[in-house]
């Protein structure tokens, strides 16, 4: 399945867990228009399950299909109901994976001036500011929605990437020196790990932002990649070889270069050799007491 496809569905899946969470202000609606809104929902979980089960179930034209059906209930049911903060929501979250980037932007502004208490729709307009080259503005919405739940582990993550794409804008700016910028960056990768441990892509990006420092950390990243390569099981794993690629370049970087060649000897995937002889190209030469 192509990579974009993938990201449909996988958008497909967190829209229906979001939705299931939500409540659709019931009291206020008929029974048979949360139905009809329920209904477009369960339709998307359906995709979902059957791509689960066998990603080739839909050809690309037939997915495209099926997401523009969605695209067009959603908008029919707005058109009776424009004020539904919950449709308004799935709907924006559905034409970003769509990749019609300034039409959900607008959808989710409208759900912001209609409730700007909700925290994914701050998350939501931070990315689209953030896609657009407008840091300052995108951070302001990503710290309202952690101020709004500070309990997501994603609203974190995104304050980290920010800080780190947009560094030298940000400093620019002057809304940083660069030591404070850099203390905001760790923490906020960290809270991300803390909050979610076991999203393995928020491990990588903490164990990467202790290099991003003006003064790399390499003790601290050693420390991370040892604790998170313990934790990891299956040894012959294409995870625990990057791992242990990130372990064998801290090592080289702390001058424990005879530990980090050794270490590099039992990288043996095929796809990490070039990364591998590009550590290896960086590490000192073995010295007359190694």
């Known amino acids: 399945m192509h990579a974009n496809l993938y990201l449909v569905v996988k958008g497909l899946a967190l829209s229906y867990l979001f939705f299931a969470g939500l409540s659709l202000s019931a ?16 339709r998307e979980q359906k995709i979902t399950q059957q791509l689960a089960a066998d990603p080739e179930y839909y050809s690309e034209a037939d997915l495209e299909r099926q997401i523009n059906a969605l695209i067009l209930a959603y908008s029919h049911y707005l058109s009776a109901h424009p004020d539904d903060l919950s ?12 990749g019609h980037h300034d039409q959900a932007f607008k ?24 896609e657009t080259g407008n840091a300052k503005a995108a951070l302001t919405f990503y710290l309202n ?16 990437e920010i800080l780190h794409n947009f560094r030298d804008q940000l400093l620019q700016d002057q809304l940083f020196s660069r030591a404070a910028l850099d203390r905001e960056m760790l923490n906020a990768f960290q809270a991300a790990v803390r909050l979610d441990p076991d999203n393995f ?26 604790a998170l390569r313990r934790a990891t099981s299956d040894e012959a794993s294409l995870r625990c070889q990057i791992l242990d690629l990130h372990i064998m370049r801290v090592l080289g970087k702390l001058g424990r270069s005879a530990e980090a060649r050794t270490l590099g000897a039992t990288i043996l995937h095929p796809v990490l050799q070039h990364s591998k002889q590009q550590v290896l190209d960086q590490i000192a030469p073995p010295s007359a007491t190694e």
């Not at 609606?29 to 009809?36: G, K, V």
């Not at 449709?87 to 769509?98: E, F, H, M, P, V």
Request: hydrophobic share 45%; proline share 2%.
């Open 107 to 130: 959808v989710f502004l409208k759900a912001d001036a209609l409730d700007p208490q909700i925290a994914v729709v701050k998350q939501q307009i931070g990315n689209h500011l953030a």
């Open 27 to 42: 009291q206020t609606q008929s029974d048979l228009e949360t139905e009809r809104l329920l209904d477009i929902s369960r």
């Open 87 to 98: 449709a308004l929501i799935l709907y924006g979250k559905l034409l970003r994976r769509a």
């Open 145 to 160: 929605a952690i101020e709004l739940d500070p309990e997501v582990s994603i609203y974190h993550f995104a304050v980290g």
């Open 201 to 226: 892509d928020a491990q990588m990006r903490l164990g990467e932002a202790y290099y991003d420092l003006v003064e790399a950390e390499w003790g601290a990243a050693l420390r991370h990649w040892q």
